[in-house]
């Protein structure tokens, strides 16, 4: 699966629901927590996926952490998740990702 979504480019297309479109309902906190959730595991074990992540993607990610509302919390844990996998010693993906 992880290789068919990173060749698909569907990573900056999940990415996006970690917009909220509405913060105060419970669907789009759900679509927030999936889609972070989604993004940590396409990029476990995958360095392919790594490298598609934007500088973009990582501000979306940084963006729900500083979320103030409590029910993100899981949407929270998610995305620290997913930022950790990325900084995990590979400086190519590092360099990557602050590159684009």
């Known amino acids: 699966m992880q290789d068919s979504?990173?060749?698909?480019?569907?990573?900056?297309y999940i990415a996006n629901l970690l917009k909220p479109q509405d913060?105060?309902?419970p669907v789009s906190i759900n679509a927030v927590s999936h889609a972070a959730s989604c993004l940590w595991r396409l990029i476990v074990d995958h360095r392919e996926n790594k490298l598609l992540f934007t500088s973009q993607i990582v501000?979306?990610?940084l963006a729900v952490c500083e979320m103030e509302d409590t029910r993100m919390l899981?949407?929270?844990?998610m995305a620290v998740g997913c930022l950790a996998e990325l900084c995990?010693?590979?400086?190519?993906v590092e360099n990557h990702i602050r590159t684009r």
């Not at 979504?5 to 900056?12: D, H, Y």
């Not at 899981?74 to 844990?77: E, P, T, V």
């Not at 995990?88 to 190519?92: A, F, I, N, R, S």
Request: charged share 25%; no cysteine.
């Open 5 to 12: 979504v990173g060749k698909a480019q569907a990573i900056p």
């Open 88 to 92: 995990l010693g590979d400086e190519q």
């Open 23 to 25: 913060p105060l309902e």
């Open 59 to 61: 501000e979306m990610l």
């Open 74 to 77: 899981f949407a929270q844990k």
